[in-house]
């Protein structure tokens, strides 16, 4: 059932004392706070054990309160705003004077977006309504509701398990029905430039250029040191903490059989169809278009990674557009896999 709207004032009655409130965005759960108050977002920091250069992204009710976070907006940024908000599309943006140094990591860009999940822009039109939190600037920062670099949640249940009492208020809107992180889309290049794709998701390359007329450049690999420009943008990150494996769907028979030999126990992520075999733990197998995998991704992890596994052998999938935003969360997840959050931390 979704929240009642005395959830929702309760919900709003926290953010304004700067508590921390999660709720459901149509791609994970976000760790809620007042963005404009950076006693609050020091919260979020602590909650997640996330290091404190990494800026956050800045929810908004709608494009109307763009300009207090943004300043020399592009029209390039309202023309994606009206074709893709409310949805799972971050602009980066040149940030405004007086928006907190906490939430940008000290850059001189920040992150917004309106989500389209019901439950979020009703709290977030009740935050506004409300006062809007700290100068009336109305808007929330909410990275994903987890340890930092472990696997987003898609579901109220996965942010209980994972930050327990250092949640004030947890917002149940069931399973996100994207389920992976926003498209981030940077517009802060010098005019002429096309825009520059910084995390891959559900809104493609291809249907921003629609919307602008040209293909954004697209960022194979970020860099992975000095200060993160974006959320998720690290090599290692949505990861579990049992080690995972991506194996070509050709190979994944033999390296189970393998596996099998040498008295290691796996589990097993496929598209494809896949027998159970012995010393295997489990088999999920996963919708073979992008879209859904996508959504069922992340509550697959997390059901294998409690598993007691050896390993998490997962069918890599494949090398097209389509599979980019999948492709891009599950080579960081293997990365990152199998360290403990503490040297996680270490070395990101």
């Known amino acids: 059932m979704p929240p009642e709207q005395a959830d929702i004032e309760r919900a709003v009655a926290l ?7 999660a709720f459901p ?3 994970v759960y976000g760790l809620g706070a007042d963005a404009a108050n950076p006693p609050a977002l020091a919260r979020i920091f602590a909650a997640k054990g996330r290091p404190a250069e990494h800026p956050l992204i800045v929810h908004l009710a709608g494009a109307g309160c763009l300009d207090r976070w943004a300043c020399d907006i592009p029209a390039l940024a ?14 980066i943006l040149k940030r405004a004077a007086g928006v907190p140094t906490a939430v940008t990591g000290g850059q001189d860009s ?6 389209a999940h019901p439950v979020a822009l009703a709290l977030l039109r009740a935050f506004a309504q409300a006062g809007g939190g700290v100068a009336g600037m109305c808007g929330l920062a909410a990275p994903s509701a987890n340890r930092f670099g472990r696997i987003s949640p898609t579901d109220a249940a996965h942010v209980r398990e994972e ?5 004030s208020l947890v917002l149940d809107g069931g399973r996100c029905p994207v389920g992976i992180e926003s498209t981030i889309l ?3 290049r010098d005019p002429g430039l096309p825009p520059r794709l910084l995390r891959p998701g559900h809104v493609t390359p291809e249907q921003i250029a629609s919307v602008i007329g040209m293909l954004p450049e697209v960022l194979t690999q970020a860099a992975d040191d000095g200060r993160p420009r974006v959320s998720g943008s690290l090599a290692a990150h949505y990861a579990p903490a049992t080690p995972l494996r991506l194996v070509a769907s050709t190979e994944l028979a033999e390296v189970v059989a393998e596996l099998r030999q040498t008295g290691r126990h796996s589990a ?3 598209h494809s169809e896949f027998p159970g075999v012995a010393a295997t733990l489990a088999v999920r197998q996963l919708a073979a278009h992008p879209r859904g995998y996508a959504r069922a991704l992340y509550a697959a992890l997390r059901e294998l990674d409690q598993m007691a596994a050896d390993l998490i052998v997962v069918e890599a999938v494949p090398a097209t557009p389509a599979w980019a935003a999948v492709a891009d969360r599950l080579r960081r997840a293997a990365v990152g896999a199998g360290q403990t959050t503490d040297s996680a931390n270490r070395h990101r």
Do not use: Y
């Not at 953010?15 to 409130?21: E, K, N, P």
């Open 110 to 115: 920040i992150g917004v977006r309106v989500p």
């Open 15 to 21: 953010l304004q004392a700067g508590q921390l409130v």
């Open 25 to 27: 965005t149509e791609t």
């Open 268 to 270: 097993i992520l496929c």
């Open 163 to 167: 930050l327990g009492n250092s949640v």
């Open 78 to 91: 309202w023309e994606l705003a009206e074709a893709f908000w409310p949805g799972p599309l971050t602009l």
């Open 186 to 188: 940077d517009l802060t």
